[in-house]
């Protein structure tokens, strides 16, 4: 109907606009750490989060009900391939799949904090969600530069 293609478009857009805020902000950040890279738009997305809950508790409704369409997808895909520059720029060392998995990681434990921070603002406020996000991205880092270090066995 008419309300779900709202949201949709609404949803589309918001993932647009978020592509071009990690874009905008790696560029204008180069020569930056990776973590003041990633943390700038995580920032900016927490706020707009809070100050837009509602619209972002229905949008988190219609994402968790329905199949993200291809072009949701594809918009997704490019906030991963951001992360991943941002994150080979710091290290360049780190082989391409390496960096792709900790981009897919970073982005989705910042989704899910933001998410969280929505469903309960308390979080933000005692800063419970930042704390989250700066531990989660120095280890995200940290696995990352070690991951040309010392490959690791599933057995002992």
């Known amino acids: 109907g008419g309300k779900e293609a709202i949201a949709a478009s609404l949803l589309r857009r918001h993932l647009d606009d978020t592509v071009a805020l990690l874009r905008d902000t790696r560029l ?9 890279r990633l943390r700038l738009p995580f920032l900016e997305i927490l706020r707009e989060h809070c100050d ?42 780190a082989g391409a799949d390496e960096v792709r998995l900790t981009a897919t990681l970073q982005h989705r434990s910042a989704t899910l904090l933001a998410h969280a921070a929505v469903s309960n603002p ?8 930042l704390a989250h996000f700066d531990a989660l991205c120095a280890a995200n880092l940290r696995a990352l530069r070690q991951s040309r270090a010392a490959p690791r066995r599933l057995h002992a």
């Open 122 to 129: 308390d979080l933000t406020r005692s800063g419970r969600i």
């Open 52 to 93: 837009a809950r509602m619209l972002h508790l229905n949008l988190i409704g219609l994402a968790d009900i329905t199949q993200p369409s291809g072009e949701l997808q594809q918009l997704i895909a490019r906030m991963v391939d951001e992360i991943a520059l941002a994150l080979a720029d710091e290290c360049p060392e």
């Open 28 to 36: 204008a950040s180069k020569g930056c750490s990776a973590r003041a």
